[in-house]
């Protein structure tokens, strides 16, 4: 799952709250904001579902770099799942908090493009970890299940179940932060590895290496994200190339990403909207998945829906229909006899999910995310905003600096795990990656099972 990537969204959408009363004024008649005061508690009223529960479990853990001279500290917190069951739960400020933190900060003729979002606006983890838990946060194994289906169809079935446990329902008005050029977020599960990496940050580009040595699956992505203002929302294509690669079956699985939308009108909402294409070269298979949500007029009728087919090429012969909803449960069925089959069950998969831990201290990275943002963390969860506010600051400033530095000496900046290029296909540009390191050892910080 993925959050757009960048603060500037997040200040249109309050900027555009600010500057659109009257056309709610219209929407929603029983009730009509007099004042500006007044308009803002309506707006709060409006999205008092948007504090939707996150569970975080605080964990603190120190290390030692290397050299032994400054200790690390990880501050983890719980992955975006279905639910809240935690007692340390991590709540969204209310939006009329939210608005105010922003009209603070933000003057008549500011820059916004070197703006530097507060922290209330933040969920305590970044963009990179949102972007690996994804991958790595479930209960249930289903990409034991893609590399051992006995037959072609079932593992593509199962690599489709795999990709929508990919998206979470996610928070209006808040965001991870944009992790800094080189951050690193490091992670394992089971025998999966997972390793991701900025490898870019003028255009935010992520990369990512996962493998699982004893089911013999790798994966090799790249996500970066392109926002346009429509108007009464914000549509972020979510570009680049996921590839999924069954060793032992021979078998290389090539996917996209529907389009993240931030909707401000007629009620605030965060959907997956778009189309998706599986495919699978080898076997001739193909899935095409449509993402579909609530209409203009809020009616949710296709509400966090999924419909689809999968087809076998060149002929493109329908062989089973696809249907369901991403947050409850997808089936397909064999059009030849009308059977039908559930591929996935959100509730199994991304419910009561367990917080990721440090296993091993001493080989955390200073790179790391949980490193790099942890009393950024510690000052969101303790609702601590000055102290949260500082910590990003610094972080921010000093980002700034080393770039600085770099264009003064002339140095251009190489990703330590991953080899980053950028081709132009049809006018546009398109980025790929391939890992430095083909075996991935376990990682420091471990999911329990």
Not at 66 to 77: D, F, H, I, P, R
Not at 179 to 191: C, D, K, M, Q, V
Not at 251 to 262: A, D, K
Not at 288 to 306: A, D, I, M, P
Request: net charge neutral; proline share 5%.
């Amino acid at each position: 799952m993925f959050y757009t990537h960048s603060s500037f969204l997040l200040i249109h959408t309050y900027l555009w709250l600010l500057c659109y009363p009257f056309s709610l004024r219209a929407i929603y008649k029983d009730s009509r904001p007099t004042s500006f005061f007044s308009f803002l508690k309506f707006q709060f009223m409006c999205s008092n579902y948007i504090s939707e529960k996150m569970d975080t479990k605080l964990q603190v853990n120190e290390g030692v770099k290397e050299n032994e001279e400054e200790e690390l500290a990880a501050v983890l917190t719980s992955p975006l799942s279905l639910d809240g069951d935690s007692a340390n739960e991590y709540r969204a400020p209310n939006l009329l908090q939210r608005i105010f933190s922003l009209l603070k900060n933000v003057r008549p003729g500011s820059d916004l493009t070197r703006f530097s979002l507060p922290a209330i606006f933040n969920i305590p983890k970044s963009q990179l970890q949102c972007y690996g838990e994804s991958v790595y946060c479930v209960n249930d194994d289903i990409l034991s299940r893609c590399a051992n289906g006995g037959t072609p169809l079932e593992r593509l079935a199962s690599v489709i179940g795999w990709s929508i446990s990919m998206y979470r329902p996610l928070m209006f008005g808040v965001a991870p932060y944009n992790p800094i050029l080189g951050e690193t977020h490091y992670a394992s599960r089971g025998n999966l590895n997972v390793l991701l990496e900025q490898v870019s940050h003028h255009p935010p580009v992520s990369a990512l290496h996962a493998t699982n040595e004893k089911d013999n699956i790798e994966m090799i992505w790249c996500q970066y994200a392109i926002p346009k203002f429509q108007g009464t929302s914000i549509e972020t294509r979510v570009l680049g190339k996921r590839e999924l690669r069954l060793l032992n079956k021979g078998e290389s699985y090539v996917m996209n990403s529907p389009n993240l939308v931030i909707k401000f009108l007629p009620v605030p909402d965060v959907e997956w909207l778009g189309n998706v294409t599986i495919q699978c070269r080898e076997s001739g298979l193909e899935a095409h998945l449509c993402y579909k949500g609530n209409s203009f007029l809020g009616r949710k009728g296709n509400y966090r829906s999924v419909r689809g087919k999968i087809v076998s090429s060149p002929e493109m012969k329908t062989l089973y229909e696809i249907n369901g909803r991403w947050d409850r449960s997808v089936t397909i069925e064999d059009i030849s006899n009308g059977k039908s089959t559930v591929i996935y069950n959100a509730k199994d998969v991304i419910s009561s999910l367990k917080t990721p831990i440090v296993k091993e201290p001493k080989e955390l990275w200073a790179s790391e995310s949980a490193v790099i943002w942890s009393k950024v963390n510690e000052g969101i969860l303790s609702k601590s905003w000055d102290k949260a506010n500082d910590a990003k600051t610094a972080i921010e400033e000093k980002e700034r600096e080393l770039a600085r530095s770099r264009m003064l000496k002339g140095e251009t900046w190489v990703p330590k795990h991953f080899v980053l290029s950028g081709s132009k296909e049809t006018g546009e540009l398109v980025w790929e990656v391939e890992p430095k390191n083909i075996k991935l050892t376990t990682a420091p910080i471990v999911v329990p099972l």
